[in-house]
């Protein structure tokens, strides 16, 4: 099992940056997922984005395209998800989370993920 740590969130006008980071532990999938979700009180949780670990294909929530991008740094085993224009919708908790297997075009679905962070908060207002 992969132990997932999530850092770098925070308040932040609309329109402002944040960098999330989510650190795992020494044991990672050699193939699968890792991925940021994201929930708002009342709401379900919600797929942002997520990166393939063998091919590094990425994908986006349509409500984030263009303004979040999510990385990887192998070297140090750090998943990052770089937000840019922050809106006040974006205002959620953001989770890490973890998956083997293959099931591309399912990536938003969180019940394919083993792994999860406790999140870290977003909070987009002026």
């Known amino acids: 099992q992969v132990q997932l740590v999530e850092s770098g969130g925070g308040s932040v006008q609309p329109g402002g940056s944040l960098t999330l980071s989510c650190t795992a532990s020494?044991?990672?999938?050699?193939?699968?997922?890792t991925a940021w979700f994201r929930q708002a009180p009342g709401k379900e949780r919600e797929g942002v984005a997520a990166?393939?670990?063998?091919?590094?294909?990425?994908y986006y929530a349509d409500s984030v395209k263009g303004r979040f991008t999510i990385s990887q740094d192998d070297a140090k085993n750090i998943l990052y998800l770089h937000m840019n224009s922050l809106k006040p919708e974006d205002t959620a908790m953001y989770y890490c989370?973890?998956?083997?297997?293959?099931?591309?075009?399912?990536?938003?679905?969180?019940?394919?993920?083993?792994?999860w962070g406790k999140g870290t908060q977003v909070t987009v207002s002026s």
């Open positions: 989370a973890a998956a083997d297997g293959y099931f591309g075009t399912m990536w938003y679905v969180p019940d394919k993920y083993r792994d």
């Open positions: 020494k044991y990672k999938y050699s193939f699968g997922y």
């Open positions: 990166r393939a670990i063998q091919s590094g294909l990425t």
